[in-house]
């Protein structure tokens, strides 16, 4: 599979990155090793020593550098050698690493994988939910051993919740949905509306409402490449407008480990005007989420990976129910974004050649 490079992955969460510790961590078949210097800003650097190719993370911070384990050599977070302790301490010209840009923001650490020139901070998606001035916010991580792409599926089509996640996320009435989709530019909108819904008691809870409250339900899904999600949720008793009702938007956020592997951040965020919520509320329903998450997706992603094996997607050739037309839509403009992007450098390097 060939992974979309000149886009923003998210690499981390902020608090995953500690001071006066490496991180490592595997993106897109690339071993990176991430680290704060000493005014805390994140570096990522290649985790892989160019003298015997030994594992940065097995070596120790030293200042601003990571020191090889191995040999000593040490290395800054440009990826620039800055210290060769054998001989006369020259530093050889080829005794460097890649090092990667990062930008914190919403409390994600973000990694530009591609041609570093092309790296604008503007075109990272926004995510006012993760904004701590307004929302209360949980957050968690999981790793999965599926594809990315399907990750996305998952969140693009939520008919699943009533058949995989009957008792917490969904109803019998999901399948009355009235759905629609909507594009903008490459971003993807799949909507879901329920009407006249007897929730499940977890969601009561979330949305604190009396428990058997006949309830209107939203779920409006945002996507971006190459795999970013935002999950506009929110609930209001039938007849009730929406302003009466109680928004408690999800961001779910995946980036390719390996083909079939996958890291999944994701949250859970409570508008601080509502009544009744606060960082405890907040920490205690991620958790809550967390168990439908990786005892009911989990365990379908990775029997459907399983199952398909190294088999490409279209080549299986899936049916289409009316559910996928979202994850569809998303799949097709993912695919023609890699697609442009190699024509591209295949034009960049032919042209290198020529001259």
Request: net charge negative.
């Amino acid at each position: 599979m060939t992974f979309l490079l000149n886009a923003w992955y998210p690499a981390a969460w902020d608090y995953e990155i500690e001071k006066e510790k490496l991180f490592p961590r595997k993106l897109l078949n690339q071993n990176i090793l991430f680290f704060r210097n000493s005014e805390g800003i994140a570096q990522g650097v290649s985790d892989r020593c160019p003298h015997r190719f030994a594992p940065l993370h097995m070596g120790h911070l030293v200042g601003d550098s990571v020191r090889c384990a191995y040999h000593g050599l040490e290395f800054n977070g440009k990826g620039e050698c800055v210290h060769n302790p054998h001989g006369d301490g020259k530093i050889p010209k080829a005794a460097k690493i890649k090092g990667y840009k990062l930008v914190e923001r919403y409390g994600i650490v973000w990694i530009w994988m591609g041609a570093e020139e092309r790296a604008n901070p503007d075109d990272i998606p926004i995510f006012e939910a993760l904004n701590t001035d307004d929302y209360y916010i949980g957050r968690d991580y999981l790793h999965a051993r599926a594809n990315y792409v399907l990750e996305t599926d998952n969140i693009m089509d939520l008919s699943h919740i009533e058949y995989l996640h009957p008792s917490t996320l969904g109803s019998d009435s999901v399948k009355r949905a009235t759905t629609t989709v909507e594009q903008d530019g490459n971003t993807v909108w799949s909507k879901r509306f329920i009407e006249g819904e007897i929730m499940p008691e977890f969601l009561y809870d979330v949305f604190d409402f009396p428990a058997g409250t006949v309830m209107d339900r939203w779920l409006e899904v945002r996507w971006d490449a190459p795999a970013t999600l935002l999950l506009n949720t929110g609930a209001t008793p039938t007849g009730k407008t929406r302003e009466e009702g109680s928004p408690v938007p999800t961001v779910h956020l995946f980036t390719p480990e390996t083909e079939t592997t996958t890291h999944y951040w994701f949250s859970i965020c409570f508008p601080k005007y509502l009544k009744d919520v606060g960082e405890l509320k907040a920490k205690m329903y991620i958790q809550g989420l967390r168990v439908p998450f990786e005892t009911e997706d989990l365990p379908m992603l990775e029997a459907q990976q399983k199952s398909m094996g190294d088999e490409d997607f279209w080549d299986l050739k899936p049916i289409l129910l009316i559910g996928d037309a979202g994850a569809i839509r998303a799949r097709r403009i993912l695919d023609k974004m890699i697609a442009d992007e190699q024509n591209l450098d295949s034009k960049v390097s032919v042209s290198g050649a020529q001259g």
